[in-house]
Structure formats: C-alpha cells, structure tokens
T-cell receptor, first 110, second 111 residues
Framework: ELKVEQNPLFLSMQEGKNYTIYCNYSTTSDRLYWYRQDPGKSLESLFVLLSNGAVKQEGRLMASLDTKARLSTLHITAAVHDLSATYFCAVDIDDYKLSFGAGTTVTVRA | DTGVSQDPRHKITKRGQNVTFRCDPISEHNRLYWYRQTLGQGPEFLTYFQNEAQLEKSRLLSDRFSAERPKGSFSTLEIQRTEQGDSAMYLC?????????FGQGTRLTVV
C-alpha cells in the first residue's frame, strides 16, 4: 500500500526565515502535486511536478521532485504571515488517483 | 469555466437519515473524484469516475455510500443511514489531463 509521509506535521516559522517541508512516498511515481488549504476551505493547487528533477517556483515557494529518492520538497523563503496554512503533497498513482500526505500545518509568527 | 462546484456547502443531519451531495465538475473534464477529509487529516480517496463509468471504489466506501455520474456530467454522492463517523468534509475534484481541481467541499455534520 502506498504511503505518503510529510514532515514535519507542524511547523512554526519565524517571519523572514527559510524553511523546508519534506514529502516522501513509497511507490514509483513521476508526478507529484502540492496543495495549500486554509482553515475550512478547499484545496488550492500550488505546484504540479511532472518529472524527475522538476523544479517550480512561485513567489516565496519553491517545489522540487526527485523521483529516484521518492522525495519532494517545498521550500519557503523569507516566511511571511500570509503563508500560514496547511500544505499537502499528493502522489499521482497510475495516472488517475491522487494519494495525499497528512499535511503540514504552518504557522508564521512575527 | 467556473471551477468545480459542490452543493450544499454545509449539511447537518440526524443520525440515520440519508443525505445526497452534488458535484458539478469543470466542463470537459472527463475524470471526477470524491474524497473525504476529516479534521487534521489529508483527503482520502473514495471513488473515481471516467465519464459515466465508476472505475474504482475505495474500501472506505461502505455499502451505505453510493455515487453516480449520469451522462458523464455532474455527480452525486449519497450516504444512507448516516452515522456520526460520517461527519467530515466531502471533496469533489475533476481532472482532464494532469492537474486536479477541487471544489469547495460539503461539510457534513451528523448529530
């Protein structure tokens, strides 16, 4: 059974500092997605990573994928309060189903 | 393209009642998914449609749950004889190629 593990599960960030969220998965896949979820809201797509070595950046967020290591990272540069949310990675299984990690709840403090 | 739409947004029901949720996917998206999310967890896959065909059902989907997608357009998810453990956010997503787009979800509370 596929396992998608995120760490840390909770992350308290100080404004202006850099942090990384890790997503490990247990089966072969070359597609990985990152989503953001605000409390009580649905999932907002952040990044779609479609191949080994893929790197995408949007603002203060950068995501990368290493399919050989079965690892994706979400790097946050110079954290700001607006980034407080829960971040999920999801692995694409057999090109039709997404399996999600448990999420990383991020709180940015001044 | 107005995104994935779900109705209702919130539903409170008494234990033992039946409930039905609706999802309208993005037009021309042939793939449609239902997920369930409980507090503090990631979404869990429930079922998948390609056009009107239901191709996979999770073992999480007990016989009290049924989903349909007539004519390959909107989909409904029905829960019969609701239990308190059914309380969750039910998310619908649609997809044409690589990226899946999620609706706002239906939050079900069983009292």
């Amino acid at each position: 059974e596929l396992k998608v593990e995120q760490n840390p599960l909770f992350l308290s960030m100080q404004e202006g500092k850099n942090y990384t969220i890790y997503c490990n998965y247990s089966t072969t896949s070359d597609r990985l997605y990152w989503y953001r979820q605000d409390p009580g809201k649905s999932l907002e797509s952040l990044f779609v990573l479609l191949s080994n070595g893929a790197v995408k950046q949007e603002g203060r967020l950068m995501a990368s994928l290493d399919t050989k290591a079965r690892l994706s990272t979400l790097h946050i540069t110079a954290a700001v309060h607006d980034l407080s949310a829960t971040y999920f990675c999801a692995v694409d299984i057999d090109d039709y189903k997404l399996s999600f990690g448990a999420g990383t709840t991020v709180t940015v403090r001044a | 393209d107005t995104g994935v739409s779900q109705d209702p947004r919130h539903k409170i029901t008494k234990r033992g009642q039946n409930v039905t949720f609706r999802c309208d996917p993005i037009s021309e998206h042939n793939r449609l998914y239902w997920y369930r999310q409980t507090l503090g967890q990631g979404p869990e896959f429930l079922t998948y449609f390609q056009n009107e065909a239901q191709l996979e059902k999770s073992r999480l989907l007990s016989d009290r749950f049924s989903a349909e997608r007539p004519k390959g357009s909107f989909s409904t998810l029905e829960i019969q004889r609701t239990e308190q453990g059914d309380s969750a956010m039910y998310l619908c997503a649609s997809r044409r190629h690589t990226e899946a787009f999620f609706g706002q979800g239906t939050r079900l509370t069983v009292v």
